[in-house]
C-alpha cells in the first residue's frame, strides 16, 4: 500500500508558474514509478508526465511538453511537478500516481496507487 498527498495547486495568471508536490509514504518510493494525471470538469483523466523508477527516463504528454517538468526526490519520497507558461486549458485538478511496473505508463489503467489531487486554475 502506498499513500500519495498532493499539494502546491491554486488560482494562477495565464503565463504563471506553478509547482506540484506529492510526497509518498508506506512503501520504498524509489520502487515505483510515478506520473501525474489531470481531470477536467467534464473531461475523462488525462496522462501529464511520467517518471521511472530512475529519474533519467520521462515522458510528456504533448500538450505540457516544453512546459511542465516532472522530477523526483527519492530521498524525500517526493514528486514535483513544475508548470511553466501556464494556460486556461490547463485548469484541472491534478493527480499523483504510482505502481511498482518497470513501465513508463501513460494510461490511468497502468497506475495502482492514486492520491485525491490537487486544484489548479488558470485565469486568462
Known amino acids: 500500500q502506498v499513500q500519495l498527498v498532493e499539494s502546491g495547486g491554486g488560482l494562477v495568471q495565464a503565463g504563471g508558474s506553478l509547482r506540484l508536490s506529492c510526497v509518498a509514504s508506506?512503501?520504498?518510493?524509489?520502487?515505483?514509478?510515478m506520473a501525474w494525471f489531470r481531470q477536467a470538469p467534464g473531461k475523462e483523466r488525462e496522462f501529464v508526465a511520467a517518471?521511472?523508477?530512475?529519474?533519467?527516463?520521462?515522458r510528456y504528454a504533448d500538450s505540457v511538453k516544453g512546459r511542465f517538468v516532472i522530477s523526483r526526490d527519492n530521498a524525500k519520497n517526493t514528486l514535483y511537478l513544475q508548470m511553466n507558461s501556464l494556460k486556461p486549458d490547463d485548469t484541472a485538478v491534478y493527480y499523483c500516481?504510482?505502481?511498482?511496473?518497470?513501465?513508463?505508463?501513460?494510461?490511468?489503467?497502468?497506475?495502482?496507487?492514486w492520491g485525491q489531487g490537487t486544484q489548479v486554475t488558470v485565469s486568462s
Open positions: 500516481a504510482a505502481d511498482r511496473s518497470y513501465r513508463l505508463g501513460y494510461r490511468v489503467y497502468e497506475y495502482l496507487y
Open positions: 508506506g512503501r520504498t518510493f524509489s520502487n515505483f514509478a
Open positions: 517518471t521511472a523508477r530512475s529519474e533519467s527516463n520521462t
